[in-house]
């Protein structure tokens, strides 16, 4: 059965009587029938009402006949299972490198979030909107090469990307992909679930990438939300540490992303209800939104 076409008294239920309609089917016609990446982490994953948030959303995109791939991480169950069982672990450049033993916990762990998303969509959708989950040490969504193995251990980065595992589901579907991989020779790696979904995104040629987090966004130096900046800003922001600590992989991500053609990427908390749809449909945003170096002359503020 196929998603229903939407109208703008559908749009008015669904989201709210006070809707900026006209804002709101501006954007719904250029995304239809485009693809949308979404990597969804941070501490939005421990709270059983945030994921409920997005997933609703996503449902809704769907039945907008937008496309939607949904990647997610898990690290921080993966801590609370090391911590529990008094495993040692430790992150070299912000990497976490991945032991053998490490490697099992990841894998049981990202399973679970994974199972856990699926179901969630499976119960929200109603036979409508389905999930289906993809775990890349099960199936070579992705194609890996160890980074450095003497270095990280299990640790790898994406070589290529099996499209036609995606592309081959129905519309009815919204995938859902851990941050899992595996080598050609079927072993299995941990890959950065950030550096993960944009390389997903450029494969895919998706229209957007959108990282969605604990945090509204990329800050200045001022501390204020920057509803959007370009390539070469980000660069100088990175450089100067105005950008830092566990930002940094997340906009290194977005850059490769608008370097492989990816339209635009975004950067949103996701702990707040509609924010995606928010980010997605309306002039302002809630995030930040990263574009093309020609795009955009000044830093703009939220």
Do not use: W
């Not at 239920?13 to 949308?36: D, M, P, Q, S």
């Not at 969504?141 to 450095?148: A, F, G, P």
């Not at 941990?190 to 944009?198: K, L, M, Q, S, Y």
């Amino acid at each position: 059965m196929s998603p229903k076409v939407m109208t703008l008294d559908d749009l008015k239920l669904i989201k709210g009587a006070h809707a900026k309609e006209l804002e709101h089917i501006k954007y719904i016609k250029e995304f239809r029938n485009k693809t949308i990446v979404v990597k969804y982490g941070g501490s939005a994953l421990e709270v059983q009402k945030v994921i409920s948030y997005l997933i609703e959303d996503l449902i809704f995109l769907k039945q907008l006949h937008i496309n939607v791939v949904l990647l997610h991480g898990g690290s921080r169950q993966l801590n609370e299972v090391l911590k529990s069982k008094k495993i040692k672990h430790e992150s070299i450049d912000g990497i976490r490198v991945t032991t053998k033993e490490i490697l099992d916990h990841a894998v049981a762990e990202f399973t679970k979030v994974n199972k856990s998303i699926v179901d969630e969509i499976n119960r929200k959708g109603q036979d409508e909107i389905k999930g289906i989950g993809i775990n890349g040490n099960e199936v070579p969504v992705t194609i890996s090469e160890y980074l450095d193995k003497a270095k990280y251990q299990y640790v790898g980065h994406i070589v290529d990307v099996n499209v036609e595992f995606i592309n081959a589901l129905d519309s009815q579907y919204i995938p859902v992909l851990s941050s899992l991989s595996q080598t050609k020779d079927h072993q299995a790696l941990n890959i950065n679930a950030d550096t993960n979904a944009a390389e997903i995104a450029k494969k895919l040629n998706a229209y957007k990438l959108i990282i969605v987090t604990d945090k509204d966004g990329i800050l200045g130096k001022d501390g204020k939300l920057l509803s959007s900046v370009n390539e070469s800003q980000i660069k100088e922001m990175l450089e100067e540490g105005t950008i830092s600590e566990g930002m940094v992989p997340k906009v290194l991500a977005c850059l490769s992303a608008i370097e492989g053609n990816v339209k635009k990427v975004h950067i949103i908390n996701g702990t707040k209800q509609d924010a995606l749809v928010n980010e997605l449909f309306t002039d302002s945003g809630i995030g930040t939104e990263i574009v093309k170096q020609s795009k955009l002359s000044k830093i703009k503020y939220a």
